[in-house]
């Protein structure tokens, strides 16, 4: 087990460019999960996958953000022109499902907009 | 709709000392409680959970109690290292189709020797 794994870590774009972000959940998980994450404040909750469906988005994201989990393996997360409001930690989970549902949490994408 | 308040930090102690990191929730029905820990430059990492009303989650020292009467997930431990120097998390899950968390804001830690 090799826990959840996102790509790539660090990531400096200017406003208006097109960004995209890769996470790969632990193997066995039907569930993952895309947070963002503000410096000081706590995740906050963007969409959510079982298996190869998008079942969840929040109004936070809005039209510019598009996910996909094709196969319902790995998923990317896209940010088509990007603003500085967009800078943040980007967060991926997976879980197995069922509950307590125990969410399992990668490294973060940290993205800079300048 | 759901939100989790934590104490705000930092909270500063001396190596030894006891902890205690406040958090409380709001939410319907019988949320299912976490708390997470970020160590400086890692990723969040579940600490404990509790997942009914009386249960105590405790790992590596820690313990929480959920109190569905205060709705309060208070985090302890009874005697901190300078490597329990982090960010804690609380959190609720819903237990509902979606289960997505709903995070408090963070209380960071700072433990001097």
């Known amino acids: 087990d090799t826990g959840v794994s996102q790509d790539p870590r660090h990531k400096i774009t200017k406003r208006g460019q097109n960004v995209t972000f890769r996470c790969d959940p632990i193997?066995?998980?039907?569930?993952l999960y895309w947070y963002r994450q503000t410096l000081g404040q706590g995740p906050e909750f963007l969409t959510y996958?079982?298996?190869?469906?998008?079942?969840?988005k929040s109004r936070l994201l809005s039209d510019r953000f598009s996910a996909e989990r094709p196969k319902g393996s790995f998923s990317t997360l896209e940010i088509q022109r990007t603003e500085q409001g967009d800078s943040a930690m980007y967060l991926c989970?997976?879980?197995?499902?069922?509950?307590?549902?125990?969410?399992?949490f990668g490294p973060g994408t940290r993205l800079t907009v300048t | 709709g759901n939100s989790v308040t934590q104490m705000e930090g930092p909270v500063t102690l001396s190596e030894e000392a006891f902890l205690t990191i406040n958090c409380t929730y709001t939410?319907?029905?019988?949320?299912?409680l976490f708390w997470y820990v970020q160590y400086p430059g890692e990723g969040l990492q579940l600490l404990l959970k509790?997942?009914?009303?009386?249960d105590k989650g405790s790992n590596k020292g820690f313990e929480a109690t959920y109190r569905k009467e205060t709705t309060s997930f208070h985090l302890e431990k009874g005697s901190v290292q300078v490597s329990d120097s982090a960010v804690y998390f609380c959190?609720?899950?819903?237990?509902?189709?979606?289960?997505?968390?709903?995070f408090g804001g963070g209380t960071r830690l700072m433990v001097k020797p």
């Open positions: 989970a997976s879980s197995p499902g069922g509950l307590p549902n125990e969410q399992y």
């Open positions: 193997s066995e998980h039907n569930r």
């Open positions: 996958f079982q298996n190869e469906a998008q079942l969840e």
């Open positions: 939410a319907t029905g019988y949320p299912s």
């Open positions: 509790a997942t009914k009303a009386d």
């Open positions: 959190a609720l899950s819903p237990n509902n189709a979606g289960n997505m968390l709903t």
